[in-house]
């Protein structure tokens, strides 16, 4: 017998000796609220009917109150079994599940009610082998013992067990079904779930809109629209479940067809089609359906908020912001989101504090607009504000880290995202991965790569772009082999480690490869970070009229970075010409991009030509032109300090002036022949 088994039988064996306990901890508690509960007050002088003392305690429970139903329980002159029954059900619905137990012990008498609801609470908080024993003591069970049960295991991953249950129920119910429909789709598992519905004897529209939800998600469009078709009764769940499934997919004309065919367009359904042209991108569209309707609702204006912030349209998402008649807290985080991913931090940083209030989201977002300490001191901050970090936040600030190369605070998050039930999440390990890797602990993110129990694409990824960084590519095209024997498609972020894997190690025609099997085979548009990458192997190796002609070929808006990445090219190898034009283009988007008067002038330096060394040096002061500084940093007992050339600000700058100069001596020291 368990220990917690143990405890419930002692507890169980003293409540048949003494049916009403004096003093018990529940009549304590109640002491407190006695005199001042306006509820309890009113009951005992004027309503000694047990069903309102139920209703009442009912009612308090749902709106969270639990001292106050308590009181009530503990005032109520008389009490009957629904009485005992909706307190224990109450505590489990407020998760105070040792309080739903003592009272189930303390009762005088129980029915298959009180039974269920306890079970049930067993089965929420995850207690199953409690659940179980609770069960196989039932003296009688009804199918909501036996639901109560199969959603336990399913909900805490116990596929097996839940279905094991359900194989044994005697009767069932249409709940019961549709909750072992609901386990196979959450496992995957369409085809059996197909199998398990038709066996079902009651088809409600319910059971076919969950059905229906699971095609969608998983992108099966065509048993999607079949099973559609069979749906007797389709309600709004069905048909708008059906307008986002073909939003989904960008099969907008489908989408906008059973649009058109609905009976009585709700508005859940004209923010799924709105959803749909604003993830397409036709935001035209998207912006006159959002006008036809003379009311909308809070999730509408998000919805239309949120469109034109993911297509980097933030002005119309402001205006559409403060047109609003009423916002919530996810009105917000879209437009916190807009001034990120405007890279304002400054505006950003002061929307976020002159929000209402905040949200683990609103944090998650600031955060990850910074890629510097200044992100870390932020959770930090958001750790004193009593928010605990969820999968978003761990993900975030441990990428950061691993920008940074903080090691020290990048494995004291590892150890709390342990701590705090993440162990074994797929985005948390990937980001560890990433940030094993890219302080050279290769050993470490090799361990728990292989340590998951189910590699996906980002964890895949994290490996072959940690390969990359550390100057191994042919670990990177193994891994790439591998990934593919394991049936998973590469991303665009497959293809940038590998590119940036051929480009550290000058491997030109492997790149060009890789670049051209990324269209040609795997159908994936290349990105500009993607061409950025062959501009740089084509200038590494010295192609450098190959580089500028690639450029010029290039279908995408030219960002000043590739440019800049020729520059340098031109830089490595002398050549005066091409920089000279490579140049007036970068000064032509932006003439007070200092870097590319300064790579110049180191060009014509280093051909003796200084004369217009000196002059191009001119220039950056004649056009107001800045160069930002470069700088390394270097991570002491989880503290980062940053190197910039000639910064004397440190407040030990003499000692360490005098160290470095120290370090000098013994290395011109050591340059003298022995």
Not at 3 to 29: D, F, H, T, W, Y
Not at 348 to 372: C, V
Request: aromatic share 10%; with cysteine.
């Amino acid at each position: 017998m368990t220990r917690g088994k143990q405890k419930i039988e002692a507890q169980r064996r003293n409540a048949e000796r003494n049916q009403k306990p004096k003093g018990s901890q529940l009549e304590a508690r109640a002491v407190a609220l006695k005199v001042s509960c306006p509820i309890c007050k009113n009951l005992t002088k004027s309503s000694k009917v047990v069903l309102a003392g139920n209703v009442k305690i009912t009612e308090c429970f749902r709106n969270g109150d639990v001292e106050t139903a308590r009181c009530i329980f503990h005032e109520m002159p008389k009490k009957n079994l629904v009485t005992w029954n909706c307190m224990i059900s109450g505590y489990v619905r407020n998760n105070k599940l040792s309080e739903a137990q003592e009272v189930f012990n303390i009762m005088p008498k129980r029915n298959v009610v009180s039974w269920s609801a306890l079970l049930n609470g067993y089965a929420k908080c995850g207690l199953l082998c409690e659940a179980q024993e609770l069960f196989d003591r039932m003296p009688e069970r009804n199918t909501i013992c036996w639901n109560s049960l199969i959603s336990g295991y399913l909900n805490h991953e116990e596929f097996g067990k839940a279905r094991e249950c359900f194989c044994k129920m005697p009767k069932r119910n249409s709940i019961s079904w549709a909750i072992m429909i609901r386990g196979y789709l959450q496992q995957g598992l369409l085809t059996e779930a197909r199998e398990l519905f038709d066996q079902a004897p009651d088809k409600s529209t319910s059971l076919y809109n969950a059905l229906l939800s699971a095609y969608v998600e998983w992108g099966c469009m065509e048993d999607a629209h079949s099973l559609f078709s069979e749906v007797p009764q389709k309600d709004d769940a069905t048909w708008t479940t059906m307008i986002t499934g073909f939003s989904r997919v960008g099969e907008m004309e489908h989408a906008r067809r059973l649009f058109e065919e609905m009976p009585g367009k709700c508005m859940e359904a004209y923010t799924a089609i709105i959803w749909g042209y604003m993830q397409s991108g036709d935001v035209k569209s998207a912006q006159t359906l959002f006008d036809e309707l003379p009311s909308k609702d809070v999730v509408l204006w998000n919805t239309i908020i949120g469109g034109y912030v993911q297509n980097k349209m933030f002005g119309v998402a402001l205006k559409h912001f403060m047109e609003m008649p009423v916002s919530d807290i996810w009105s917000w985080n879209l437009i916190l989101l807009g001034h990120v991913q405007e890279r304002d931090m400054v505006k950003a940083f002061n929307f976020f504090l002159k929000m209402p209030e905040r949200d683990q989201t609103s944090w998650n977002t600031i955060i990850s607009g910074y890629q510097s300490e200044e992100a870390l001191v932020l959770f930090s901050q958001m750790i004193k504000d009593g928010f605990r970090p969820n999968q978003t936040t761990f993900t975030t600030v441990i990428s950061i880290c691993a920008a940074l190369a903080s090691l020290g605070w990048g494995m004291a998050l590892h150890s709390w995202s342990i701590r705090s039930g993440y162990e074994y999440d797929t985005k948390v390990r990937s980001s560890l991965i990433t940030l094993y890797a890219k302080c050279g602990l290769l050993a470490e993110a090799h361990d728990l790569f292989h340590s998951m129990s189910k590699q996906d694409t980002i964890a895949w990824n994290a490996m072959i772009v940690g390969q990359a960084y550390n100057g191994c590519p042919e670990e990177a095209f193994k891994l790439f082999r591998s990934m593919i024997q394991f049936e998973l498609n590469p991303d665009h972020v497959t293809f940038l480690g590998l590119l940036t894997a051929c480009s550290h190690n000058g491997l030109l025609w492997k790149g060009l490869e890789i670049f051209s099997s990324m269209q040609a085979l795997w159908k994936l548009t290349p990105k500009v970070e993607h061409y950025n990458c062959v501009v740089d192997l084509l200038g590494r190796s010295g192609q450098l009229k190959e580089a500028y002609e690639f450029i010029r070929q290039m279908p995408l808006c030219i960002p000043i970075y590739t440019w800049e990445t020729l520059l340098g090219a031109c830089r490595l190898h002398g050549n005066m010409e091409l920089a000279e034009m490579v140049a007036r283009k970068i000064l032509s988007f932006k003439p007070s991009e200092g870097g590319a008067y300064v790579a110049l002038s180191n060009i014509y330096a280093s051909k003796g030509i200084w004369e217009d060394a000196s002059r191009t040096r001119s220039l950056i002061k004649e056009h107001g032109a800045r160069k930002d500084q470069a700088y390394s940093w270097i991570e002491i007992k989880g503290r980062t300090t940053v190197f910039v050339c000639s910064d004397k600000s440190h407040p030990q700058m003499m000692d360490i002036y005098r160290e470095l100069d120290s370090l000098s001596v013994i290395m011109e020291e050591a340059l003298i022949p022995i």
